[in-house]
């Protein structure tokens, strides 16, 4: 597998947003560096316009420097166990991986072996995501992860009580990695699935439903994600800034929901919605 290598030097208050626009154009694994960040993309998946446009638009606000190189075979385990700390979310939830020792003083645990920025709760909104999930009641609740990345929110659904689970991505490898990671943290019966929640067209209604993904899929797919949720139950949404709050409160509004709270960090905001 050949990667595109590209060591990007950055004002450091942009090094989560790069990380969000170019994971949306296929890069699929970053590391961050004490001057900005590196992103690798496999090199059959990258499109020079896309990036392109990426980098037009941050190059003088973010004072972009960018080498870029191939890179034959990453070992990703080895360039994380350099680079990744395990993460508490309050005090009930640790994330780490298997390379870590575990810590028996939190109540849940949770596995994440990452090979991707996305997904270990280093990022504002999958700590946001999880955080309002400690704050929800999952015991016996049949839950939804859409848009799963490393499977961390389902993880955290199982751990918290979930009875059934469910969870897809569009992405080959995130399933990939969210199916080793539901192995390791005992959900061997759980399967990712592949693409979005139109392809996969999920059965039947749940309790909860969670959503990290960008503001325009969210748009998009709020209608579908509202015939999804059972009367009185959560839609826990992510992925957007606090400034485009109002446009998802709007569309979740003439959907059907309600919201009950919200929380931000770093300008990226969380929303937990009740359906009516
Ligand atoms: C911001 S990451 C969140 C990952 C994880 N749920 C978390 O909270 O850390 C968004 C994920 O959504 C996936 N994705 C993007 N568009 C999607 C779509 N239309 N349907 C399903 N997944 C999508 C991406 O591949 C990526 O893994």
């Excluded at 950055?10 to 694994?29: P, Q, T």
């Excluded at 780490?96 to 949770?110: G, L, M, T």
């Excluded at 929110?153 to 969870?167: D, N, Q, R």
Aim: charged share 30%; proline share 1%.
């Amino acid at each position: 597998m050949q990667y595109l290598e590209f060591k990007i030097n950055c004002k450091e208050d942009f090094r989560e947003i790069l990380i969000a626009e170019l994971a949306e154009v296929g890069f699929d694994s970053f590391l961050e560096t004490d001057t900005g960040l590196d992103a690798y993309i496999e090199e059959k998946s990258f499109s020079r316009e896309s990036y392109q446009e990426v980098v037009n638009r941050y190059q003088d606000a973010a004072d972009l420097e960018i080498t870029e190189g191939m890179m034959e075979k990453v070992n990703w385990n080895e360039e994380w166990e350099k680079h990744y700390d395990p993460i508490a979310v309050g005090e009930e939830v640790y994330v780490r991986a298997s390379f870590h020792p575990a810590k028996s003083e939190f109540k849940h645990e949770i596995l994440i072996n990452p090979k991707m920025s996305f997904g270990t709760g280093h990022h504002a909104t999958t700590f946001l995501m999880l955080s309002h999930q400690l704050t929800i009641d999952h015991q016996g609740k049949r839950v939804i992860d859409i848009g799963a990345g490393t499977g961390i929110l389902a993880i955290m659904a199982h751990k918290l009580g979930a009875s059934e689970v469910e969870a897809f991505d569009i992405d080959e490898w995130c399933v990939d990695n969210g199916n080793e990671n539901f192995d390791l943290n005992g959900m061997k019966d759980v399967k990712m699935g592949l693409g979005t929640v139109r392809e996969v067209a999920p059965q039947g209604t749940f309790d909860i439903v969670l959503a990290n993904i960008n503001k325009n899929v969210l748009l998009d797919e709020l209608e579908i994600y509202a015939s999804l949720v059972k009367k009185q139950g959560n839609l826990l949404l992510s992925g957007f800034y606090t400034h485009d709050i109002e446009d998802i409160h709007e569309k979740a509004k003439s959907v059907g929901f309600k919201l009950l709270s919200q929380k931000d960090k770093d300008n990226w905001a969380a929303l937990i919605f009740e359906k009516i």
